[in-house]
């Protein structure tokens, strides 16, 4: 599975140029990703319309999010919006 595959989505879209977009409250922040591929990889998502950063960690072996943090602009709201999206693909780690 490619990192991009990951955010496509009902309010994360991946754009033409790259870069992903999330739309939250009728306000669209557009992310660049940059990434370090891994066991445990660090996705970083930097706005560039918006100050706002998501930092996501994702389990290459088991193809599931270990962890979502976000800071800066509607950050409690734009992380929601990437967990609903991880969830609805079934990718959030469930621990037991």
């Excluded at 939250?24 to 990703?33: A, F, K």
């Excluded at 706002?52 to 072996?61: A, E, K, P, Q």
């Amino acid at each position: 599975m490619k990192i991009e595959d990951l955010f496509n989505c009902n309010n994360v879209k991946c754009m033409k140029t790259g870069e992903f977009c999330i739309e939250v409250d009728n306000v669209r922040i557009v992310y660049s990703i940059n990434y370090n591929l891994s066991i445990i990889t660090e996705i970083l998502l930097k706005s560039t319309n918006f100050k706002s950063v998501c930092r996501i960690l994702f389990d290459t072996r088991k193809g599931k999010i270990i962890d979502i943090s976000c800071s800066g602009f509607k950050s409690d709201k734009v992380k929601l919006a990437l967990e609903a999206c991880f969830k609805e693909r079934n990718l959030l780690y469930n621990p037991i």
